[in-house]
């Protein structure tokens, strides 16, 4: 059965970090491309980066200089790993997997399978 399992997310001060992790099951997840998206409340879901096979990533304007995405491939995980947290963060986050090949996008109807979330809090 593959399923994808979040965590690491809480409530952080401004400025504070937090790293969040991405664990598959029941499938090899460095084949995939794999993103993270977010939704806060009353917005639409929207991607914050997003990571190929051969270790390509991309970020969205927002988050870019502050969040680095990584793989271990050894762990089955993708992580993000986000820094100088503003309040505007603050969201469900979500990972999801994409096609095994291609470039990373953030249409939403390219990724098959997706986590239940994480929530993420930035505030004092």
């Known amino acids: 059965q593959v399923r994808l399992v979040e965590s690491g997310g809480g409530w952080v001060q401004p400025g504070g970090s937090l790293r969040l992790a991405c664990t598959a099951s029941g499938f090899t997840l460095d084949y995939y491309i794999i993103a993270w998206f977010r939704q806060a409340p009353g917005k639409e879901r929207e991607g914050v980066s997003c990571?190929?096979?051969?270790?390509?990533?991309t970020y969205a304007d927002s988050v870019k200089g502050r969040f680095t995405i990584s793989r271990d491939n050894a762990k089955n995980t993708v992580y993000l790993k986000m820094n100088s947290l503003k309040s505007e963060d603050t969201a469900v986050y979500y990972c999801?997997?994409?096609?095994?090949?291609?470039?990373?996008?953030?249409?939403?109807?390219?990724?098959?399978?997706w986590g239940q979330g994480t929530q993420v809090t930035v505030s004092s």
């Open positions: 999801a997997t994409g096609p095994p090949i291609g470039s990373c996008d953030y249409n939403m109807d390219d990724y098959e399978h």
């Open positions: 990571i190929t096979s051969n270790g390509y990533n």
